[in-house]
């Protein structure tokens, strides 16, 4: 948890949790980030936004370890973490969703969060399972399904959830590795209403006491959750500020003509 002390500081200044600066990625030669600068203040929720192809995921992918910039630094609390691994950067408190693709169908909800429980206590993700070490962690399991609404759906093999229940279950599965900066890729993607505001309600919960930065293409759901947005237009920062703002801008207006944002 932070300590407010900690978070707010001094009247006007501003703790930055986690930075960019001059970031840019290659793709044989196309450039899909191009010289980003982004600070995400502690404490924030904040969203990375911007049309089809903007470049959002790929500087998500950057921010968390899984693609390697071709130039630039993103440091975290003040800490240069360039070019180096997604366990050595969720080491220092950042991590991101993981994929509905990374789920096991044949396993139960409380075991995937066994064994993510597991893997953090030490000894990495094992592919065997011994029931005792992972029955230590049930307590803590458990509290986190119950968090994101799936205690009763603990011993369901996660093949048999829906759709909006594995992307809880993903969610649960990054509060497993308690970090200080989360980064959610697309939380509400495919979503009905329903699951969409459950999901932003949830988003709003774990938020408490942490950063979150979010990708996200539902405006109703940056508006609701964003307290800054940085748009991203051909790879480029195209404008940022508070959701009224960017909203309101008449670039970011024009690079959103014609796409569906499910406003
Ligand atoms: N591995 C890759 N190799 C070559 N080009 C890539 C690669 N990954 C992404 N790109 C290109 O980089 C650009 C930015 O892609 P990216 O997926 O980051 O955009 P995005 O904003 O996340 O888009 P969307 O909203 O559609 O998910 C696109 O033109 C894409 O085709």
Redesign the pocket.
């Known amino acids: 948890m932070n300590d407010p002390q900690d978070t707010v500081g001094p009247p006007g200044s501003r703790t930055v949790a986690l930075s960019a600066r001059g970031l840019s ?1 290659e ?2 030669g ?1 450039r ?2 191009k010289d980003v600068d982004l600070d995400v203040v502690e404490g924030e929720v904040h969203a990375l936004v ?12 950057l921010l968390t370890g899984y ?1 390697k910039p071709t130039s630039g630094t993103i440091t975290v609390h003040g800490k240069d973490i360039t070019g180096k691994e997604p366990e050595q950067i969720a080491h220092e408190g950042v991590a991101r969703s993981f994929q509905i693709t990374s789920l096991f169908d044949n396993l139960t909800p409380r075991e995937h969060l066994e064994l993510a429980l597991q893997g953090m206590a030490g000894g990495g993700m094992r592919f065997w399972r011994s029931d005792s070490l992972l029955r230590r962690h049930r307590g803590r399991a458990d509290e986190l399904l119950e968090h994101v609404g799936l205690a009763g759906l603990a011993e369901r093999p996660a093949g048999e959830l829906a759709y909006g229940q594995k992307r809880a279950l993903e969610m649960a599965l990054v509060l497993a590795l308690d970090p200080q900066v989360m980064l959610l890729d ?1 939380p509400t993607a495919g979503m009905g209403r329903e699951d969409v505001d459950r999901t932003i309600e949830l988003v709003r919960q774990v938020a408490a006491g942490r950063t979150v930065v979010f ?1 996200d ?1 539902n405006m109703h759901v940056v508006g609701s959750l964003a307290d800054h947005v940085t748009v ?1 237009m051909s ?1 480029e920062v195209l404008a940022r500020g508070t959701y009224e703002q960017v909203r309101n801008d008449e670039r970011v207006v024009a690079a959103y003509l014609g796409e569906d944002t499910h406003a």
């Open positions: 990625k793709f044989r196309f899909a980030v911007g049309p089809n192809g903007a470049g959002k995921t790929t500087l998500f992918n693609l697309e990708v293409h991203l790879g």
